[in-house]
């Protein structure tokens, strides 16, 4: 038996979801740049914020391409993603990098899992605009560093980690009051999502990365 096709109106709700992320990820990534300590840094974070505009732009065509305006489709999830960036903006580089690690990274795991659930081409779409690894290595390198430089810096970024996943997952309750229960039908697509899996999965991977960039849990 063939497993069920997602809801048009689903995919569209988290193509919707990922393009918004995308979109504002770009715009703190750029800001976050000029608190770079060098130059070699700046343009790095410079780089992974033009990633982020270039995937922000396939899913507005993608989204275009099924009808779907883009900025209906992202509509209703703005309050909730710009709350999310509003409420965590960093203060130094340490902590831009560690949001970009840890806050990124939450999102990503989530984002991959849901995507089990979308037929071709949209979900390979969605795991294209995924980020890449290197910018995640590279985060964490900085971390490292920081730490290395002043220990005592590990203690105030593992708090900081804590208050992105915390922050993270208060607004992403709002994201699921606000879709309509769009995204709650592609989680619900039989065996394809386990939600229980799901939760167990996100706080196994964040808890290695957090041990990974030196950081406790």
Not at 78 to 90: I, L, R
Not at 115 to 120: M, R
Not at 181 to 195: D, H, K, S
Request: net charge negative.
């Amino acid at each position: 038996m063939s497993a069920p096709t997602a809801p048009a109106f689903a995919v569209a709700d988290l193509l919707g979801l990922v393009a918004l992320g995308e979109l504002l990820a770009f715009e703190w990534m750029a800001a976050d740049a000029r608190l770079a300590p060098d130059l070699r840094r700046r343009a790095a974070l410079g780089e992974m914020a033009a990633a982020e505009v270039a995937n922000y732009r396939r899913l507005a065509d993608r989204l275009t391409a099924l009808g779907v305006a883009p900025q209906d489709a992202m509509a209703p999830y703005v309050e909730a993603v710009q709350a999310y960036h509003d409420s965590t903006e960093p203060r130094d580089w340490a902590e831009a990098v560690t949001k970009a690690y840890v806050g990124d990274a939450i999102t990503d795991d989530f984002v991959r899992e849901v995507a089990a659930a979308l037929d071709e081409p949209d979900r390979q779409l969605v795991l294209d605009v995924l980020h890449e690894s290197r910018y995640a290595d590279f985060a964490a390198a900085e971390i490292r560093i920081a730490i290395d430089a002043d220990p005592r810096v590990a203690h105030r970024l593992s708090m900081w980690a804590r208050r992105l996943v915390g922050e993270a997952l208060s607004q992403a309750s709002r994201v699921a009051a606000a879709d309509r229960g769009a995204l709650t039908a592609l989680i619900a697509q039989g065996e394809r999502v386990n939600v229980e899996a799901l939760l167990r999965q996100l706080t196994a991977a964040h808890t290695e990365r957090m041990t990974a960039a030196g950081l406790n849990n």
